[in-house]
Nanobody
């Protein structure tokens, strides 16, 4: 069974950091582009970051650029999203998704497999 599982979410104060993990089972993440998306209550799902299958290309939303870093560890079949200098507006459910294409897609429709999401809350 193909599955993605996110972890690492939680409650953090503004200015703090979290590292989200996206672990795959049933398939090898190294062959897929991986995207991170987030969805806040009442808002549409938005792309946060993406890494191509060969890790050469990474993309970030303007709102998280210079604060978030995406990376992958193929030996662990896991992709990470390191989040720093967190702001209250980063509060959302964060999802990882895998695309059968090797390149990143800005649209959620470009992804074939999704995790269940992990809640990130930034609040004092």
């Amino acid at each position: 069974q193909l599955q993605l599982v996110e972890s690492g979410g939680g409650l953090v104060q503004p200015g703090g950091s979290l590292r989200l993990s996206c672990a795959a089972s049933g398939f090898t993440l190294a062959y897929y582009a991986i995207g991170w998306f987030r969805q806040a209550p009442g808002k549409e799902r938005e792309g946060v970051s993406c890494i191509s299958s060969n890790s050469i290309s990474t993309n970030y939303a303007d709102s998280v650029k210079d604060r978030f870093t995406i990376s992958r560890d193929n030996a662990k079949n896991t992709v990470y999203l390191q989040m720093s200098s967190l702001k209250p507006e980063d509060t959302a459910v964060y999802y990882c998704a895998a695309s059968m294409h090797s390149y990143c897609s800005a649209s959620p429709r470009g992804y074939d497999y999704w995790g269940q999401g992990t809640q990130v809350t930034v609040s004092s």
